[in-house]
């Protein structure tokens, strides 16, 4: 069975940083397409960002409300993906779920991690 | 982007058939089939349910299945039981800078 496992969520304060981590097993990471997606206590998911395999050239793209702030990237060697989050608000307090899909027939989700942003 | 509209909430008793809705635009809806669909139950991970609009992963119930007719996607259960009570969210791909959107999600009881 596919293994997603987050870690690295914990409280900071409005301003700082925090690195998620995602380990991933029993499949081949280094050609999956990966995701990052939130969600905020009570409320729906919210797709942050993706990064394609460097075979399809390592890009990343990432949605309108972390652009410039939230960096993804990968290593293969570790079968790890990462979060890096810098500038966080108060409002990017939620669950960090890694996914290797958003609507993909090959879509495994981790538990996640929580990400708690407050003074 | 905004989220792909979803009734809040969708009930039905045992055995029976209920139907979401999920409502965008010819942006992401009407304009791919990349339509999935997530079931989520309180404190887990997503679950996928429907991949590409109307195809069930291996391991999924055949009694889920997924449609859609121009910007709006469908998710019918049939023969509703106790487990499938959860939240359900839809997605899409877009052709925004925004790659993908979800769903508000939608709570399905069964009475």
């Known amino acids: 069975e596919v293994q997603l496992v987050e870690s690295g969520g914990g409280l900071v304060k409005p301003g700082g940083s925090l690195r998620l981590s995602c380990v991933v097993s029993?499949?081949?990471?280094?050609?999956?397409?990966m995701s990052w997606v939130r969600q905020a206590p009570g409320k729906g998911l919210e797709w942050v960002g993706r990064?394609?395999?460097?075979?399809?050239?390592?890009?990343?793209d990432y949605a309108a409300p972390v652009k410039g702030r939230f960096t993804i990237s990968r290593d293969d060697s570790k079968n790890r993906l990462l979060l890096q989050m810098n500038s966080l608000k108060t409002e990017d307090t939620a669950v960090y779920y890694c996914?290797?899909?958003?609507?993909?027939?090959?879509?495994?989700w981790g538990q996640g991690t929580m990400v708690t942003v407050s003074s | 982007q905004s989220a792909l509209t979803q009734p809040a909430s969708v009930s039905g008793s045992p055995g029976q058939s209920i139907t979401i809705s999920c409502t965008g635009t010819?942006?992401?809806?009407?304009?791919?089939?990349?339509v999935s669909w997530f079931q989520q139950h309180p404190g887990k991970a997503p679950k996928l349910m429907i991949y590409?609009?109307?195809n069930r992963p291996s391991g999924v119930s055949n009694r889920f299945s997924g449609s859609k007719s121009g910007n709006t996607a469908s998710l019918t259960i049939s023969g509703l039981q106790a487990e499938d009570e959860a939240d359900y969210y839809c997605?899409?791909?877009?052709?925004?800078?925004?790659?993908?959107?979800f769903g508000t999600g939608t709570k399905v009881t069964v009475l």
């Open positions: 996914t290797t899909g958003v609507t993909t027939r090959t879509s495994f």
């Open positions: 029993r499949i081949t990471f280094s050609k999956a397409w």
């Open positions: 990064i394609k395999t460097k075979t399809d050239g390592g890009t990343t």
């Open positions: 010819s942006s992401d809806i009407g304009g791919y089939n990349y």
């Open positions: 590409e609009v109307s």
């Open positions: 997605s899409s791909y877009t052709s925004t800078s925004t790659l993908y959107v």
